[in-house]
């Protein structure tokens, strides 16, 4: 794990992420949002599942893609390589669009479950709980919605498109 992430700028991480096409889908948002790997911590969907394949359109074979770590396992892992753990959750202290100085340093996002998102210990290993702005009703954002809104934020602060 440490060799995938070793000067790595941005890393996906999705913690208990289950749906198939979630998964999919942000793998492959990952790999067009530059991102350097995603981890799929232990209780995720397996990433080798036909749906998670499919909905990747082959993203799955462009980064690192690292499976069945244990949370704490993959924040060390993340934290030695000098990435800031960002978690994404609608109840952040801080908004996607006020979190420049985040955004900017290498980072690796804390993704969660569809149903109850991010569980709190992995709220407690995040530096900084960044929250998107809902504008309309919507309660919440689809988990592959959020990621992909997080990962390009973070690559457009990164200037990883350059």
Known sequence: MEAALSGARLVAVLTE??????????????????????????????????????????????????????????????????????????????????????????SAWLLGNEARGLAPEALDMADTVVSIPIYGRAESLNVASAAAICLYASARAQDLGR
């Open 17 to 106: 992420t289950q749906d198939p096409g979630n998964a999919g889908t942000i793998i492959r948002a990952a790999d067009a949002a530059g991102a350097d790997a995603v981890v799929l911590v232990k209780g995720s969907v397996d990433p080798t599942n036909p749906k998670v394949v499919r909905a990747t359109a082959g993203s799955l074979f462009h980064l690192p893609v690292l499976a069945g770590v244990e949370l704490d396992e993959a924040v060390r892992a993340l934290q030695t390589a000098g990435l800031r753990l960002l978690a994404a959750d609608g109840h952040g202290t801080i908004s996607l669009f006020d979190a420049e100085a985040e955004l900017g340093a290498p």
